[in-house]
């Protein structure tokens, strides 16, 4: 059972434009939300999170909102660059028990590709 | 601050074989969280060490096996490899437990 899914393998958009990248979840009990960039032979990096108690966070060029109800977030990227051309994964985190341990499921990734 | 060095960074080997993998978190980051990245999968959560214990563990069977030893670094191990395993390792730290993680480059490991 996949329970953050981000049903679009690959995303193209143009440079200047705005890149929306989607993310859906199953488990209500997730309470932090976290996108990754990954470059090919690299390994991930962190872009930008959100916690459940809040629908929206900015940062730069980045934004991502959370639809709590819908239990959906989303990933704006605003102008999108070439640079930003990666596989983003979104990721979300279940804090269980007394709140040392958790649960971080990712999802699948999306290959967004910004076109000069 | 060194970032997150995996080593090796490829290696080949054939069914049966066993392999470890090594990670050296960032100073002072006290949780290591190792995940496997395939094509078809994704980012898939291995297990999680914090202050040498393992905290958290993913849905992979008993061959794969971690450590942390005292000065954070850990290790991985895979013991009867299958094709299957075919993957990037990716090892990531982080301060705390939960807290943002800093991915190292990962190991590509290929079994034939």
Not at chain 2, 37 to 42: F, N, R, S, V
Not at chain 2, 50 to 65: A, D, L, W, Y
């Amino acid at each position: 059972d996949q329970q953050v899914k981000q049903n679009s393998p690959s995303l193209s958009v143009q440079e200047g434009r705005i890149s929306i990248l989607n993310c859906d979840y199953t488990n209500s009990m997730f309470d932090y939300f976290l996108w990754y960039k990954k470059y090919p032979a690299e390994g991930p990096t962190f872009l930008i999170s959100i916690s459940s108690i809040k629908d929206k966070n900015e940062d730069g060029r980045f934004t991502v909102f959370l639809n709590k109800s819908a239990k959906h977030l989303s990933l704006h990227i605003v102008p999108s660059q070439p640079g930003d051309s990666a596989v983003y994964f979104c990721a979300a985190i279940e804090t269980l028990g007394g709140g040392s341990n958790y649960k971080l499921t990712f999802g699948k990734g999306t290959l967004l590709t910004v076109n000069p | 601050k060194a970032g997150v060095t995996q080593t090796p960074r490829y290696l080949i080997k054939t069914r049966g074989q066993q392999v470890t993998l090594s990670c050296s978190p960032i100073s002072g980051h006290r949780s290591v969280s190792w995940y496997q990245q395939t094509p078809g999968q994704g980012l898939q959560f291995l297990f999680e060490y914090f202050s040498e214990t393992q905290r958290n563990k993913g849905n992979f069977p008993g061959r794969f096996s971690g450590r942390q030893f005292s000065n954070s670094r850990s290790e991985m191990n895979v013991s009867t490899l299958e094709l299957g395993d075919s993957a990037l390792y990716l090892c990531a730290s982080s301060f705390r437990l939960a807290g943002e993680l800093f991915f190292g480059e990962g190991s590509r490991l290929t079994v034939l």
